[in-house]
Each structure stands twice: as structure tokens, then as C-alpha cells.
């Protein structure tokens, strides 16, 4: 004679599963959220290792790495019906990035590799994505606000002196007060974000690849309102004009003194004199009063 079965009815087991989901919907934010946690610190830490670096440079060489020579062909057309645009011409180009090899974990490196601490781990692409030719950075150097070309900290020696040169005794508004280095993703296109070319704030898109390129400050420009930071898309190509990070409200930034700071992007809108919040940090002479506090 077989004994009665044991098991679950349909309402006890609608109700562990009831159970199960109601754990899963508590714990699976509380783990995303701790990912993206571990995440932003290593970016941070990337920004602080790069900082460092800048710093080693400039004790070794007594001034802070800079953008190479621009080649001497290079010319601008104003007025274009497509907004200004600028005529580059073939020549070598070098990023800041470069320079600071030796000051980092890999010296010795190939353009077309990844490097892992230039690379945000934010990025669901990973922070070794490249393409065949060129590995990419996730960060740029300040080289310029709107109110003049090459009051940044990382300097580009061929606008206005090939021997221009910035040390930390020549950055007058402080340095916890002057960015030097901030966050922008590269394009998903792969070509713009090379870590080997120029890599810095300014109109124009990537000079490197022999192109002509829209000036976003044209009047017909593709880009002509653009907010030198805000949110940005890895498709839009007006995001590779400005600064953006793959974190929530805001990205990090290396201060010229190392430290990183989680800034939001209202600063872009902050009015801090004739300038925004953010213009006013991008210069190393401007003679503003602010505070990032």
C-alpha cells in the first residue's frame, strides 16, 4: 500500500516564487550599485595615477608635459558654409600622453595598444577597448577655456610658442583650483580618443586623421551651442567636443595640486564672474576666486 506523497501546492509555490523575486529585486540593485562603486574608485584611482605621473614629469623636467608640434602647414578657414573649419596637413602627432609613459606602470608601449590605467572601467566597452591601429584614452588634458588658447595646464607648444612651457610655479590661481585632467570616452568609431594624438579640450574634433573638420564655435557649425560638458553619447559626434564620463551626473577630475574630484554638470552652468564655474577652473592665470568645495 503506497503512503500519501509529500510536495507543494500551486499557492505555496507561487508564494516562494513571490519570495525568490522580492529577494532578487532587493539584492540586484544593492550588487549593481556596489559594482559601479568598485568601478568609479579604480576611475578615480586612474585619474590619480595619471596625475602622478604629470607631476613626476614636471619634477624631472620642471614643467608639465604638453601636445606636440603642430606642423607648420596647418591653416585655418574661417567663414566656411559649414561653419569654421581647420586644413590639417600630415605631420607627427603626440599626445601629453606620450610624455608620461616612463612615469607610469607601462613605459614601454605601442600606439595600438590599450593601456589599461587610461581606460575607465565605467565603460561597458571596457577599458581596453581599441581598435587595430590605435589604443584610446578616457582622459584629456586641459588646454584651453574659451577666453584664450593655452591657458590650461596642458599646454599645446605650437599656438603660441614652441618653447611654451608650464611649471607649478606658473600656475598663479592655485592649484587645487586649476584642473589638469578630465574625463571624456572615445568615439565608438574609433577615431576619435586616440591616447596618441593630441588629446585636449578645444573646437575643433580630431586633427590626426587628415581631415577637415567642422569648428564647433562656427555660426553653421555641426556643433554650435555645445556645453563643454554635459552628458555625451559614444554615436553623437558633438560629444567628442566636450567633457563627459561614463558615470551618473558627473565625471572626475584630476586637479592640477593630484587630487580627483567627482564634479557634477552643473558647474558648466555655475556663473563665476563673465565665465562659467567650469571655464573659470580650466585656466591656470585667470585671476578667478572660486572653490570646488
Known sequence: MTGPRCGFTIIELLVVVAIIAVLLA???????YAREQAQ??????????????????????????RNTIRPRGTTR??????????NWHSGTYESWCREIMPFIEKPIVRVQD???????????RGPEYRVPDYGFTWYVGIYSNPLSVNNGVIVDDADLDEKLTVAVRDITDGLSNTILLAERPPSSDGKKG??????CIEDTMSPAL???????????????????????????????????????????FCMADGSVRMLSYDISHQPSGSQTLLEALASRTGGEIVSVE
Open 26 to 32: 532587493l539584492v540586484l540593485p544593492a550588487v549593481q
Open 40 to 65: 568609479s574608485t579604480r576611475c578615480r584611482n586612474n585619474l590619480r595615477q595619471i596625475g602622478l605621473a604629470c607631476h613626476s614629469f614636471e619634477e624631472t623636467y620642471k614643467f608639465f608635459p
Open 77 to 86: 578657414i574661417d567663414d566656411e558654409p559649414n561653419g569654421n573649419l581647420w
Open 114 to 124: 590599450a593601456v589599461p590605467v587610461l581606460g575607465c572601467p565605467s565603460d561597458p
Open 194 to 199: 586616440w591616447w596618441d594624438t593630441r588629446c
Open 210 to 252: 587628415g581631415e577637415r573638420e567642422p569648428y564647433s564655435s562656427g555660426k553653421n557649425g555641426r556643433c554650435p551651442d555645445i556645453a563643454y560638458y554635459g552628458p555625451g553619447e559614444y554615436d553623437d559626434r558633438c560629444s567628442f567636443n566636450r567633457l563627459w564620463s561614463n558615470h551618473r551626473g558627473g565625471g572626475f
